[in-house]
C-alpha cells in the first residue's frame, strides 16, 4: 500500500489509475485526430492541446473515482466495473461540455469529446479484460505473519478471505498455548530464530494479534524483525488501515493516544476546511434555491404541514444547535417529541419524501447550518440529542467524534449507508473515529466525490 496524505492506496488501485490516466490521454489525442480528419483540419503537434487532453483525463480519472471504479467490486467484477466506467465516463464528457462553454480553451468541442468518449470506453475495458484477474491475484498482496493464534488471529483470517483484500496470511505463529483456534499455526518454540522464519517466507508485515500482552510481548522477537525490514503492526492498526475503521473491539486509550492523528484541529488545515465550507455552501444555496423551494411547494402539495422542519443535533463539543431540512416524513412521524431510528422503507415517509431521501435533495437546506459555522460539508453527522445520551452510555469513545465539526456528508456515510439500530451506530462510530483520526483536505476531497456514487447509486436512504 501507499500512503497518500494520511490515506492508504492499494497498490493493485494505483497501478490501475495510473494506466487508465494514459489511456485516457490517448482516448482524448485519438479522439481529436480522427475529428480533424474528418473535416479535412491539418493535424498540429500534440504539444499544442496538453491542456485539453490533461482535462479530459483529469475530469474523467475524477469522475471514476467518485461513482466507485477503483472499489473492491469494480476490481472483481468485469460486468460490474463496464457498467461503472460507462456511467463515469459519460459523467465526465458531461462535465466537459459544460466547461466548453465557459472556457473553450481548456477542453476540446463537442464532436472531438464524443469520439474521445467512445475510445475512452473501450480503452478501458479492454484493460480490465487483459489484466483480468490479476490485480486481485496474490502479486498485488501484501504476504502478512500474524503472531498469535486466538481470536484476534482468526478475525485477521477471515479478514483476508474477503472479496478486495489486500494481503495473504502466508504464516501464523502461536505465541502461547492459550485460546489457540488456529489449527495450522506453529508453536513459537519450533521455531529457532522467528526473524529468520519470517524472512524465509518472504513476508513483508507482521501482525501483532495477543489476546493478552502484559508480560507477554515478544520484545527481542519483535526488534529483530523490525531490524531486517519487515514493518510490524499490532491489530489495531492493522484493522484500521485495512478496513478504513477504528475497530472498537482491539483498541484501547494508550493506542488513542499515542498513536498518529486526530490532527483536525490545526490552524492551517481547519481555516482550509472552513474556507471552503463558506465558498461551496454559498455556490451551492444560490444554484440549488430554485430546486428547494420547488422540492418544498411539492411537500406542500403532497402531504400537510410545513415543507421546512428544524431538529435539535449535537455539534462540535457536544454542544446543541437546530439543522432546517426539507420535511421527509409526515407531520405526526414521531409522538410527543420522542425520537425514533428511522427503517428501511419507513411507512412514515411521504411520496415526495422518498424521492428527495434517495436523491439527498432534504439535505440541501442544510449549506445553511454549514455557512454559519455549526457544520462542515464533510464531518460525522450530528445526532439527536436522545440518541447521543443513549449512544455514549452504551458505545465507547462515542463522544470523541464530537471532536470534529458534524458535517452533510461523511466516511461513515459513503461506506455504511445504514443507521437504524446500535449495531448500526457502532459500526458507523468506527467510520467516525477513522475520520477524524486521519483527517487531511485529501480525505476530504475524496469524501466528496464518493458521495456522488451514493447518491448515484443508492442502496437505500432513510
Not at 479522439?31 to 491539418?42: S, Y
Request: positive net charge.
Amino acid at each position: 500500500m501507499i500512503r497518500l496524505f494520511k490515506h492508504y492506496v492499494p497498490n493493485a488501485v494505483l497501478l490501475l489509475g495510473l494506466l487508465d490516466i494514459v489511456l485516457l490521454v490517448v482516448a482524448a489525442e485519438l479522439g481529436w485526430i480522427v475529428r480533424a480528419q474528418q473535416i479535412g483540419m491539418l493535424t498540429q503537434p500534440v504539444y499544442t492541446r496538453l491542456p485539453q487532453l490533461a482535462s479530459f483525463a483529469a475530469s474523467l480519472e475524477l469522475a471514476m473515482i467518485a461513482v466507485g471504479v477503483y472499489g473492491p467490486d469494480a476490481l472483481q467484477s468485469l460486468r460490474y466495473a463496464t457498467a461503472r466506467l460507462i456511467v463515469a465516463v459519460s459523467l465526465g464528457v458531461i462535465f466537459l461540455s459544460v466547461i466548453f462553454f465557459l472556457v473553450p480553451a481548456l477542453t476540446f468541442w463537442r464532436s472531438n469529446l464524443l469520439f474521445a468518449m467512445g475510445f475512452a470506453i473501450v480503452l478501458l475495458i479492454l484493460l480490465r479484460i487483459l489484466l483480468g484477474s490479476t490485480l486481485g491475484s496474490q502479486a498485488f498482496k501484501r504476504r502478512v505473519v500474524v503472531l498469535g493464534a486466538g481470536p484476534r488471529a482468526a478475525r485477521l483470517k477471515a479478514l483476508s478471505k474477503t472479496p478486495g483484500s489486500g494481503f495473504v496470511i502466508v504464516g501464523y505463529v502461536a505465541m502461547t498455548d492459550a485460546n489457540r483456534v488456529i489449527p495450522e499455526a506453529i508453536a513459537r518454540d519450533a521455531i529457532y530464530n522467528l526473524a529468520d522464519h519470517v524472512v524465509l517466507l518472504n513476508a513483508s508485515e507482521v501482525v501483532l494479534a495477543l489476546e493478552e500482552r502484559r508480560n507477554a510481548l515478544p520484545l527481542k522477537d519483535l526488534l529483530r524483525i523490525k531490524t531486517t525490514g519487515v514493518h510490524v503492526n499490532d491489530t489495531s492498526t492493522f484493522l484500521e488501515r485495512e478496513t478504513g475503521r477504528v475497530d472498537l473491539d482491539s483498541v484501547n486509550p494508550s493506542w488513542l493516544i499515542f498513536s498518529d492523528g486526530f490532527s483536525s484541529g490545526r490552524m492551517l488545515s481547519g481555516v482550509f476546511k472552513r474556507m471552503f465550507d463558506i465558498a461551496a455552501s454559498l455556490v451551492l444555496l444560490a444554484l440549488t434555491l430554485p430546486l428547494i423551494l420547488l422540492t418544498a411547494l411539492l411537500i406542500r402539495i403532497d402531504s400537510k404541514g410545513p415543507a421546512f422542519y428544524r431538529q435539535r443535533r449535537v455539534g462540535l463539543y457536544g454542544e446543541g444547535f437546530d439543522i432546517i431540512k426539507l420535511r421527509s416524513m409526515r407531520v405526526d412521524a414521531e409522538v410527543a417529541g420522542t425520537a425514533v431510528w428511522a427503517e428501511k422503507d419507513d411507512p412514515r415517509i411521504t411520496r415526495i419524501g422518498r424521492v428527495i431521501r434517495k436523491l439527498r435533495i432534504d439535505e440541501l437546506p442544510q449549506c445553511w447550518s454549514v455557512l454559519k459555522g455549526e457544520m462542515s460539508f464533510v464531518g460525522p453527522r450530528p445526532e439527536r440529542p436522545q440518541f447521543v445520551d443513549d449512544l455514549e452510555q452504551k458505545l465507547p469513545y462515542y463522544a470523541e467524534r464530537h471532536m470534529v465539526k458534524p458535517g452533510i456528508t461523511g466516511w461513515a456515510q459513503i461506506n455504511y449507508p445504514y443507521g437504524a439500530s446500535i449495531e448500526d451506530a457502532r459500526q458507523k462510530l468506527e467510520y467516525d473515529l477513522f475520520y477524524a483520526k486521519n483527517y487531511s483536505p485529501f480525505l476530504d476531497l475524496l469524501i466528496l466525490l464518493q458521495t456522488l456514487r451514493v447518491v448515484l447509486f443508492p442502496d437505500g436512504a432513510r
